[in-house]
């Protein structure tokens, strides 16, 4: 029976089959990153990292190691651009024997005969005469560390990509209701009026800060050695500069499609020159922090919106063959804001243990960041997919202008806040005192408030002026802040 089950889940759809949603009911909205972080991205920046190396190391001047020639170069740089999901799988299977994946990659490009490997330098003289400084004076996490940052230099793009479609959305959303009067709850209870425009510009500019802060974290990589000393380097060439060298590999741009092949190419990171055997990842706890932060913000604007389509604030427009409950047939359920709010958490769960675990290794090196580390882009996966559905959510969202002024027009207890300003201005005794006295926890009407203040000893046109006064029109400059963001 259980074989039979076991059939018939393989012969099934993939996305059907998959453990994780990312890669099973939601595989299609995270196209962009699968590349990127799967087993496969991986072994790509890995096969660059490795022939990045090979060929600076060409430049060095070393008597046993000549200068590739441009052809060559071209050759090692297409192996690069046009590494496919086979090549990915023929490391695989070198993997197979040497159960280890690094020395999988070199054994792939250099070849093996032992294991009927021809590798990417069969038909190339020049590169096999060479092969041996493939990896040469690498250890693993030379490799790993560098490919990390890659995966990150290429996932955090789509992260901001996301991030940058939110703002704008919020922004425009902004200025186009930068005048829409709304009544302000804090507490949860009636408070000073502001204009919808103006909450979302306090959304836009948290997530400008968030954004930046994510952008600027610097993506560090090391190439020193087993233990981060150079001690093989040195071993083999004592009067090479190795930390100098390395640094421009890591420092110095990645080869793009008008790179010159005479041109000296390397990683397009920063260079990290300290370490233990593993980079210390002290820059990658600083960005799942970062991102882990804009979460939160974005966690706040979903529950929000979510407040305000239950106030009927918002009204989110049909799609035709939608249903909203399967018993209650007149729901438009707020489902986007709550998938968000459900991925952002995930996301943050994900990020914060990496942030908490991979700085610490004991001594000179664990392995226990290597299996967190292959769950960069499952933390990241869940902060894109909610990013889809803020995007969705927000594009459905229409004003309830009639809503929000009758809210306004039940609540003109707020206007008590600017009657005691007033009167405090005048030097009028125990100002706040009157007020909360006619107004706490009391139902408070328009002729009510025009009574206390026709019999306030200030001057008539402040009166006049307190009298003209509404709820809908006291808002401040709530839109001239809208309309700045």
Known sequence: MQAHADASLAAADAALTALSPLDGRYTAKLAALRPIFSEYGFMHRRVQVELTWFERLSDLGLPEFAPLSAAARAHLRRVVRDFSPADAAAIKAIEKTTNHDVKAVEYWIRGHAELGVPGVFAGWP????????????????????????LQLQAGRAVLLQGLDAIIERLRDAAHAWAEQPMLSRTHGQTASPTTVGKELANVVARLQTARARIAAVPLLAKMNGAVGNYNAHLAAYPQVDWEAFARSVVETPAPGPDTPPDAPIGLGLTFQPYSIQIEPHDYMAELFD????????????????WGYISLGYFKQKLKAGEIGSSTMPHKVNPIDFENAEGNLGLANALLRHLSDKLPISRWQRDLTDSTVLRNMGVALGYAVLAHQSLLTGLGKLELNAAALAADLDAAWEVLAEPIQTVMRRYGVPGAYERLKEA???????????????????????EKARLRALTPAAYTGQAARLAQRI
Do not use: K, Y
Request: glycine share 4%.
């Open 126 to 149: 020049e590169l096999q005469r060479a092969g041996e400084f493939v990896h040469f004076a690498c250890t693993s996490e030379d490799i790993n560390n560098t490919s990390h940052a």
């Open 290 to 305: 970062a991102v882990a932060r804009s979460n939160v913000i974005l966690i706040d604007l979903a529950r929000d919106v």
């Open 439 to 461: 107004t706490r926890g009391q139902a408070v009407t328009r002729e009510a408030l025009h009574a206390l203040i026709d019999g306030l000893p200030i001057p008539e046109a």
